[in-house]
């Protein structure tokens, strides 16, 4: 019984540690760019925009990419406590908040299945700029920018995903079941 304590506090740790790195403030240069193409100048908005993209991307690759079935829980876990006590949002407004960030949750995770037409970079970038407001079309070139900045907050979730809860390892039997000998 104190294994699985010591175990499921571990986990707990793990996952505050790895939703941390989901809060990080988006880069200027990401929230100058979404304002500039997608929020009609508004940079606030933006910032929540890419802030809440990081959040829902963190947690989707924390139930997609994890080593553990228990890592997606502990992590949604993690995200609903931190987001809780967020100072960026207003008093008497989390539901409200919550509600945003699980819509999100729907539509990028939608998006990382989606393989048809431009693949999935183009369906996560369009889904981006519809939560910006950029409901009229846009170029192909300011979809794909906005794909390759979701892109790269995937590629910065997983790195912290693999720093906080390991990395996967063959055991040495399996291995050596795989080629035969």
């Known amino acids: 019984m ?3 304590w010591r175990a499921q506090r571990a986990l707990r740790a793990q996952a505050t540690g790895y939703v941390k790195t989901l809060f990080a403030e988006p880069p200027d240069e990401d929230v100058r760019w979404l304002a500039a193409n997608g929020t009609g100048g508004d940079l606030d908005h933006a910032r ?5 993209a990081r959040r829902a991307l963190g947690l989707l690759t924390a139930q997609r990419d994890a080593l553990d079935d228990r890592t997606g829980s502990a992590v949604a876990a993690a995200l ?5 006590r967020d100072p960026a949002i207003a008093p008497g407004r989390l539901r409200i908040a919550e509600r945003q960030l699980n819509a999100r949750l729907r539509s990028y995770g939608d998006a990382l299945l989606r393989r048809e037409g431009a693949g999935t970079g183009w369906h996560l970038g369009r889904a981006l700029l519809d939560f ?6 846009s170029t192909p070139d300011v979809v794909a920018k906005a794909g ?7 590629s910065e979730s997983n790195e912290a995903l693999r720093e906080h809860f390991g990395v996967p390892r063959l055991a040495e039997d399996a291995t050596a079941n795989a080629t035969g000998y």
């Open 2 to 4: 104190l294994r699985e």
């Open 48 to 52: 929540w925009e890419l802030r809440y």
């Open 80 to 84: 609903g406590r931190v987001l809780a």
């Open 132 to 137: 910006a407001g950029r409901k009229e079309g």
């Open 148 to 154: 390759d900045v979701l892109a790269r907050y995937l």
